[in-house]
């Protein structure tokens, strides 16, 4: 990829990864980009860097525009590895260059590069501003969203927001820009992208979009994906339902099986949701990555997870998905247990426990079957999913 003009002086510089499938822990079947934006002023000023491994896609861009060499300042606002494993390539070959950063991600960038006492920095916190000539950049801590040292840059004489990971989509693309794309897309990815790194952090996500509120923003280049400049409204909108974990009135089912009976239960379940007018949307754990029904989960009122009894517990896959589940920490849903045994049950008793533990509402006992449901069980189960429709509904 060439270098791309974003706004006058201030140009694109990234590089693209087209081969990216996964990114610890979710799938990513688009690729992504890492993004750096290059400020060529006064004081030429890089913003963030790209991994490692794409560092000279990185330098070659910058050399379309100016000798890298000429770079005074280095801003870094998230210390990851996958915006911040160039920075020593930068550094050879800028050693004047003053790293501007936070405390925290100081810390984080001697901690990942050791040998870095010739480093020059300048450390900044909210409010902190530096002229690079005609441009000012301004500061904003936005402390995990997603990591303590996270911070954005705004330049106002630009109306430009460069916000690292917020905002972001994992997606390889020859074109720079959300109108070159389409919202559906960006929104699909954009949402899977918040469902799988920043769902945890809603508190901190409403904490910062509050202080850039008062911003003139005509266009927001993050670290990942394309730059915003036709979507920011419904950009902006869908991150505060996120950020606020606003739900529609609907069900997502996950669930597992052995010989069929859970899948049964689940189909069960699904008739009486769709019964009292809830959408419904079925994902198998053998086929579906949690990754990928983590979008499902963002927007979903309630969550039925279903597991049959294996040696005593619930199967190995629906233990996976609780434990990301867990650590992304989706708030305020309904959620129900279900499953099918052959001696013991515990595996939906299991389930139901790791509800509980989320803090979810479970109006619904767990139903727990042995072997194979017959018609009339599966009529009751029908009966509880209308119930728990009709809840979902009021």
């Not at 919202?183 to 469902?195: D, F, R, S, T």
Request: no cysteine; charged share 20%; net charge negative.
């Amino acid at each position: 990829m060439s270098a791309v003009e974003i706004k006058p002086g201030i140009y694109w510089v990234g590089a693209v990864d087209w081969n990216l499938r996964y990114f610890h822990g979710y799938l990513t079947p688009r690729g992504t980009s890492y993004n750096s934006y290059l400020i060529v002023d006064d004081k030429v000023t890089l913003v963030d860097t790209v991994k490692d491994y794409l560092g000279d896609d990185l330098l070659s861009n910058i050399k379309e525009i100016i000798d890298p060499s000429r770079i005074d300042y280095l801003v870094v606002n998230h210390v990851e590895m996958d915006h911040s494993g160039s920075v020593p390539e930068i550094m050879k070959v800028a050693p004047q260059a003053q790293i501007v950063t936070s405390k925290k991600g100081q810390k984080g960038l001697e901690r990942h590069f050791k040998p870095t006492a010739e480093w020059d920095y300048h450390i900044v916190e909210s409010g902190s501003k530096l002229s690079t000539g005609k441009y000012n950049l301004n500061f904003v801590q936005t402390p995990m969203v997603h990591w303590p040292d996270s911070m954005v840059t705004y330049i106002p004489e630009a109306s430009l927001l460069l916000p690292n990971d917020a905002f972001g989509q994992h997606l390889a693309s020859y074109q720079r820009f959300d109108d070159e794309i389409g919202w559906e897309i960006l929104h699909e990815e954009a949402a899977k992208y918040y469902a799988n790194i920043v769902l945890p952090y809603g508190k901190q996500v409403t904490n910062a979009l509050e202080a850039l509120s008062g911003l003139d923003i005509d266009m927001i280049a993050p670290s990942h994906g394309v730059i915003w400049r036709q979507y920011l409204g419904q950009l902006l909108e869908v991150y505060k339902q996120w950020a606020s974990h606003q739900t529609q009135k609907k069900a997502l089912i996950v669930y597992d099986t052995m010989w069929g009976a859970t899948k049964n239960i689940a189909l069960a379940l699904k008739d009486g949701l769709e019964q009292a007018g809830v959408p419904v949307v079925i994902r198998f754990l053998q086929t579906s990555h949690i990754s990928e029904i983590m979008t499902d989960v963002l927007t979903s009122k309630a969550i039925l997870l279903g597991s049959p009894t294996l040696n005593n517990g619930m199967l190995p896959t629906m233990s996976a998905f609780l434990t990301y589940l867990k650590g992304l920490r989706p708030q305020d849903r309904i959620g129900m247990a279900f499953g099918s045994y052959g001696w013991g049950g515990q595996g939906a008793k299991e389930v139901s426990e790791a509800i509980t533990s989320f803090g979810w509402e479970q109006p619904q006992e767990y139903v727990n079957m042995l072997y194979v449901p017959d018609e009339e069980e599966l009529d009751e189960v029908r009966r509880k999913g209308k119930e728990l429709g009709d809840k979902i509904l009021s």
